[in-house]
């Protein structure tokens, strides 16, 4: 792991901790908590300078543009929050699962610098994360996983195309949120959510690379962002078996599937995901219930496809409590290139090439994810 990377997780790491174990008796320094933050963004700021230096000498710098200009926004909203009139419009204005997390701190430490802090902290990560993204899309060259794996040009374009639209919405997505207040609006688990979804499709990607062809050094870094993510996803079963536990069945088999000895392993984890993704999205936004909810949509463009509800329409009416475009895009983006990814993986097991290890875990490690996300904005939206 380079050792600004692992010098500002560490110190992150340790913001998350102090945050949750402060001391009622002893009343915290709100803006020594936040000079601590800019403290530990900065080795993260140079590593990111450094990355769009390599970038813009490889020629890759087009096909990331929006996750570092993302980054860069990001850093710029933690900069620039203050402990001013428009931290009391997010208390006033934060949703209601921010609140809950500060319960457990109301007691001396004030409920918006709270809210100020923990917001902030949510950006740090996500800079973090945006920054490993950034590194592991910097050395994925499709042409190559083309020529490596004999893969078709359609598959191939289809999946490039989707993920540079994946990386533009997620441009967006930050360009629609100006400030802390912006952010703290939405349900607290968004953007953690989105970010770890741009991580963990690069990751993906990144597997199918020669191990001879990877930096050693930053080896350490995906270790621990994989663990981490894993920890962040463990409820998706859960939530699933919420959903349907039919749909839940299949898919826990295949991540045992994972551990197990089976010859066909790789053939059973692709096929469930298949399966998964076939209905999931339909039992989440049901025919008649989207049907129905269709009329009142100002823009109808899209929605139906020889009288059935396209995946648009059911994944703008998951998101249909949320009300938030730029947000639903990005979800539409990422489940388009959640299908492309399956269907890579699926057409490189086909020509008899052996999936190893790693990317059938980061191929169920993006699902979890996915899984994860869409769960959580359907039960934001009362699971119906």
Excluded at 121 to 126: E, K, M, P, Q, V
Excluded at 193 to 213: H, K, M, Q, V, W
Excluded at 332 to 346: G, S
Aim: hydrophobic residues 40%; glycine residues 4%.
């Amino acid at each position: 792991m380079p050792d600004d990377f692992k010098t500002a997780k560490a110190a992150l790491a340790k913001l998350h901790n102090d945050m949750e174990t402060i001391n009622p008796l002893v009343k915290p320094s709100y803006l020594s908590v936040i000079e601590q933050m800019e403290r530990t963004m900065e080795p993260i700021r140079r590593q990111q300078l450094e990355i769009s230096r390599a970038l813009e000498m490889s020629g890759a710098a087009a096909r990331i543009k929006e996750i570092a200009s993302a980054n860069q926004h990001w850093q710029e909203v933690i900069k620039e929050a203050t402990a001013s009139s428009r931290i009391a419009e997010s208390l006033y204005a934060a949703h209601q699962s921010w609140l809950d997390q500060l319960k457990p701190l109301q007691q001396d430490f004030s409920r918006i610098s709270q809210l100020q802090a923990s917001a902030k902290l949510t950006l740090c990560d996500a800079s973090l994360q945006l920054t490993a993204t950034e590194r592991l899309m910097a050395g994925i060259d499709f042409e190559a996983i083309r020529s490596r794996f004999q893969i078709e040009m359609p598959v191939i374009s289809g999946l490039e195309n989707s993920i540079a639209h994946v990386a533009a919405s997620y441009g967006s997505l930050a360009e629609s949120l100006h400030d802390i207040s912006d952010i703290t609006r939405l349900p607290s688990f968004v953007l953690p959510g989105a970010t770890r979804e741009i991580y963990t499709t690069s990751f993906a990607l990144e597997t199918l690379r020669p191990l001879d062809e990877r930096d050693e050094e930053d080896a350490e870094t995906e270790i621990q962002l994989v663990t981490e993510v894993e920890l962040e996803t463990s409820g998706c079963i859960a939530l699933l078996q919420q959903v349907d536990p039919g749909l839940a069945r299949p898919y826990i088999g295949a991540r045992d599937a994972l551990h197990g000895n089976n010859a066909d392993r790789a053939r059973h984890i692709l096929s469930s995901l298949r399966e998964l993704w076939n209905h999931l999205l339909r039992r989440l936004a049901p025919d008649e219930f989207v049907a129905a909810w269709i009329p009142g949509i100002t823009n109808h463009k899209d929605l139906l496809h020889e009288g059935k509800p396209t995946r648009r329409a059911r994944v703008l009416y998951v998101c249909r409590e949320l009300n938030n475009d730029p947000l639903t895009d990005f979800l539409m983006h990422d489940t388009r290139a959640l299908v492309k990814l399956i269907e890579l993986f699926n057409r490189v097991h086909e020509l008899e090439t052996e999936l190893t290890d790693e990317q059938l875990r980061a191929i169920l490690l993006k699902t979890d994810s996915w899984l994860m996300y869409i769960l959580q904005i359907w039960v934001g939206g009362d699971g119906k």
